[in-house]
């Protein structure tokens, strides 16, 4: 069993840069992939990023290059590192949690957290 909470969403202007958090319980957390996850309003939720227990990453092609996701499996925590934010991140954002592995698609995670708001102003 896997308990994921995001926090560090907020409101920002175009170009700024946030930082979310996901803090994870469980003993094998460190074998789990973990991917981020977002929903606009009236949208389906859609790939972020992943990381795999080995470091591994993935990233959507929308925000290649702008998103850095990384984990840190002593403290059970897994970051999304946002930069040059853009309105159209604007999104709920999601945590969740793989025990077969890192995946692009929502049916391949196990566990998710509860969902942190990421408001982007132009």
């Known amino acids: 069993q896997v308990q994921l909470v995001e926090s560090g969403g907020g409101l920002a202007q175009t170009g700024d840069s946030l930082r979310l958090s996901c803090a994870a319980s469980?003993?094998?957390?460190?074998?789990?992939?973990m991917g981020w996850f977002r929903q606009a309003p009236g949208k389906v939720r859609e790939f972020v990023s992943a990381i795999g227990w080995s470091g591994g990453r993935l990233y959507s092609d929308s925000v290649k290059g702008r998103f850095t996701i990384s984990r840190d499996s002593v403290k059970r925590m897994v970051y999304l590192q946002m930069n040059s934010l853009k309105p159209e991140d604007t999104a709920v954002y999601y945590c969740?949690?793989?025990?077969?592995?890192?995946?692009?698609?929502?049916?391949?995670?196990?566990?998710w957290g509860q969902g942190t708001q990421v408001t982007v102003s132009s």
């Open positions: 469980g003993r094998t957390f460190s074998a789990y992939g």
């Open positions: 969740a949690a793989a025990s077969g592995g890192i995946s692009t698609d929502t049916s391949s995670y196990n566990y």
